[in-house]
């Protein structure tokens, strides 16, 4: 059993950043990709970054040259810093890894006040 834990989300200014930390256990395969979702009230989950196990990044044009997806094969654990942030940044930040299928952390609730 996949386990996927967030660490990292809080409360911010806009304009300010914050590092949000993914751990994914449980495996015993390497996990091809992980990334991050996000989700706000009212609204439908949506990519916000994801990286393969080569390296390869993926982002959502809304956080292009502001946020950067990272990992550690080694340790399972994937990366967002999310910097230069703004309002509509605001939700519930979830972290995916996949292998064998999808799986999903509980969720880092990111708010970003004006």
């Known amino acids: 059993q996949v386990q996927v834990v967030e660490s990292g989300g809080g409360l911010v200014q806009a304009g300010g950043s914050l590092r949000l930390s993914c751990s994914a256990s449980g495996s015993r395969f390497s996990i091809y990709a992980m990334g991050w979702y996000r989700q706000a009230p009212g609204k439908q989950r949506t990519l916000v970054a994801t990286?393969?196990?080569?390296?390869?990044?993926e982002y959502a044009d809304s956080v292009k040259g502001r946020f950067t997806i990272s990992r550690d094969n080694a340790k399972n654990m994937v990366y967002l810093q999310m910097n230069a942030l703004k309002p509509e940044d605001t939700a519930v930040y979830y972290c995916?890894?996949?292998?064998?299928?999808?799986?999903w952390g509980q969720g880092t609730q990111v708010t970003v006040s004006s």
């Open positions: 995916n890894a996949r292998v064998g299928g999808s799986h």
């Open positions: 990286i393969t196990i080569g390296g390869r990044t």
